[in-house]
């Protein structure tokens, strides 16, 4: 896994949304609304948590994902999920 601090992680969301949706990197910003300032629909956000999903190795549930409205709500849960310890620790 490459992406871990939170800028690391912007900078992914940045590279993944310039390839998946034509979108220059500098419009998303931490404040950016997915919806209302990024154009992007519910299908967009499943490329978004699949492109996360294979970067991180996290699974994203479908409700931590209907709680996320901006750039900066995406970077915090995957963020706090990578700090958080495994339950599959040993």
Do not use: N
């Not at 939170?6 to 979108?23: Q, S």
């Not at 609304?33 to 970067?55: C, F, G, K, T």
């Amino acid at each position: 896994m490459s992406a871990t601090t939170p800028e690391e992680l912007l900078d992914f969301l940045r590279r993944v949304m310039e390839k998946e949706f034509e979108i220059e990197p500098a419009e998303v910003q931490p404040e950016a609304h997915l919806i209302d300032d990024l154009d992007l629909d519910s299908v967009d956000a499943m490329v978004i948590a699949l492109r996360l999903e294979e970067e991180t190795g996290l699974e994203l549930s479908d409700e931590e994902l209907k709680g996320l409205g901006t750039v900066a709500s995406v970077v915090a849960l995957v963020h706090q999920r990578l700090a958080a310890p495994s339950r599959f620790a040993s």
